[in-house]
């Protein structure tokens, strides 16, 4: 065989360096890419929340046979007996205002007194909806807290037997007409003064009172 120049050899010995050192370099990139994964967190997607606690059932714990018995239930309500509703033999429902006369631009404050004369608790609706007060001279109705009234609500409470308890916050008289036409107007018809004579009746939650209380304006 024809014996090639020195110069063919170095340049196949160069090719086959260049060979080897491409390899080798594809090699080792492969070999980071594995090890290193730059790209896996933003390729691959995140677990769902139901991929692994929610994805196989909890298993309920098995009761402990040495932990004793369970406690006994609490009563239910319909196994506790209810308060019953209070009936008109055992309340007494009264008329209170803070003053028994009023001067010139003092205007009266109304209460309502409850007394539970009965020998058990009862419950009773003391909210705003089942209360009227009602100012009266003579035949007639001056005044009628429902005319005007505005939201009423209810509330339920229980009056303890033998308990007497007062409203706490009062309903004030301006001392003008009411009527349910003439609400919003600012010039209604003012009560007489000069020792006229008006009486306070009471209602609430069904119960009226049995008397009045009479106050005297200035």
């Not at 990139?29 to 997607?45: F, H, M, Y």
């Not at 139901?50 to 059932?57: K, L, T």
Request: with cysteine; net charge negative; aromatic share 6%.
């Amino acid at each position: 065989m024809p014996r090639h120049s020195a110069a063919v050899y170095r340049r196949r010995r160069l090719v086959l360096l260049i060979a080897v050192i491409l390899i080798v370099a594809v090699i080792g990139t492969s070999v980071w890419l594995l090890v290193a994964r730059p790209w896996a967190n933003a390729a691959e997607p995140a677990p769902s929340p139901s991929a692994s606690a929610s994805s196989s059932p909890a298993s309920s714990p098995t009761p402990d046979p040495s932990a004793g018995e369970s406690p006994a239930p609490e009563p239910s309500s319909e196994e506790t007996p209810g308060i019953v509703a209070c009936e008109a033999r055992d309340v007494t429902v009264t008329a209170v205002t803070d003053a028994d006369s009023y001067q010139s631009g003092e205007l009266p404050k109304l209460s309502i007194s409850l007394t539970n004369r009965g020998d058990a608790d009862c419950a009773i609706d003391v909210g705003s909806t089942t209360q009227v007060f009602t100012v009266s001279s003579g035949s007639d109705v001056w005044w009628r807290s429902t005319d005007c009234q505005e939201n009423p609500s209810s509330m339920i409470a229980t009056l303890a037997a033998g308990a007497t308890v007062t409203s706490k916050v009062p309903v004030v008289w301006d001392r003008t007409r009411s009527s349910v036409e003439t609400c919003d107007q600012e010039n209604r018809p003012r009560a007489a003064a000069g020792g006229s004579s008006y009486h306070v009746s009471v209602e609430i939650g069904g119960f009226t009172a049995a008397t009045t209380k009479q106050i005297l304006l200035y």
